[in-house]
């Protein structure tokens, strides 16, 4: 019991700290100070049920008052945590490289928020997050555009390259297929594989999860934006193991239309 009571008389200090400061305009109501008023009625209760000695109704009534206060966080709580999944996605496709503008306006909105939380601010959370949400949208559009030009000027330098092969040579297996993908969305690995100019082949998805583990945790979960390694040089062995690992129905009969390292013959 006596922990009810200094939980509870620790949580209205904390209610008496988020009064002193409004949270909202004048006339309208802030459902956490409502909730935190609540909590705080609850709280009284429960001491008035100790005077008379009731024991089971103080713990009843301590028990509704923690409650409340633990509503009052719940929503700021809830959308810096969504804030921070975000930046995380940010960070994991490289939006501080292709991005950087956006991808620290967003960052310095994040603490912002932190702070916003720390003050027990619902209102300028609650703003910061709408905000918040805007300018990851943007970010990650950012990021993966200046990827596309990227890759675009990629492109354009290795079709140079290649007008500047002399006749009658061999051209390098990097001259012709991409060693790099931007995921767009609606991709999934098996899609990509199977692209004509990937592997031509869905059943060796396998071979780019596995060269970016780094980023890919889930190989059913890709996001728009993301830059994945496209591997050019492994053996027949390899390829026959992560078609047998996607489950193609005969995995060591690799079909003729699909990618394979020169000089490697099927």
Known sequence: ????????????????????????QAGTPDPR??????????LRKGLDALDDEDDEAAAQAFVSALRRFDEADREALSALKEA??????????????YARKESFSLLLMYLDMQRA??????AQVRSLAERFGNAYKEAVQKTAEEK?????????????????????????????????YLVKKGDTLPG?????????????????????RDQIKD????????????????????????RREAGAPEPDRIPKESYTPKGKKK
């Open 1 to 24: 019991m006596k922990q009810f009571i200094g939980a509870c008389l620790a949580a209205l200090v904390l209610f008496g700290c988020a009064t002193a400061k409004p949270t909202e």
């Open 33 to 42: 100070q409502e909730a935190l008023k609540q909590g705080v009625a609850d």
């Open 84 to 97: 921070s999944g975000q930046l995380a996605k940010v960070v994991e496709i490289s939006g501080f490289e």
């Open 117 to 122: 939380y720390a003050d027990r601010d619902t």
């Open 148 to 180: 596309q030009k990227k890759l675009e000027e990629i492109g354009a330098e290795i079709a140079v390259k290649r007008d500047e092969i002399q006749k009658g040579s061999e051209p390098s297996v990097l001259d012709v297929y991409p060693v790099v």
């Open 192 to 212: 990509i594989a199977g692209r004509h100019e990937i592997y031509n082949d869905s059943f060796m998805w396998p071979l780019i999860y596995k060269a970016n």
């Open 219 to 242: 190989p059913k979960v890709l996001y728009a934006g993301q830059d994945l390694k496209i591997p050019r040089d492994m053996s027949l062995e390899e390829i026959v193991d992560a």
